[in-house]
């Protein structure tokens, strides 16, 4: 479960990077529409999935005190 979180949490900000990137050459309204339409969903969808993993990560730590 870390290892997949770290990842994701790799890739949100290579995401990030990229379109800091590509932002600098594209700054129109079909760049903030895409922006806004894409970009912002996938980071507040990365920001549910590392809670869930986070809250996933407690779940089974505690499985693993009960079972030792």
């Not at 949100?12 to 590509?22: D, H």
């Amino acid at each position: 479960m870390h290892e997949g979180r770290a990842r994701l949490g790799k890739s949100v900000k290579e995401l990030q990077a990229r379109w800091s990137e590509a932002r600098m050459h594209w700054d129109d309204s079909t760049a903030k529409a895409f922006e806004m339409q894409h970009l912002l969903n996938i980071e507040m969808d990365a920001r549910q999935a590392f809670s869930a993993m986070d809250s996933m990560i407690q779940v089974l730590q505690q499985i693993k005190r009960d079972c030792e």
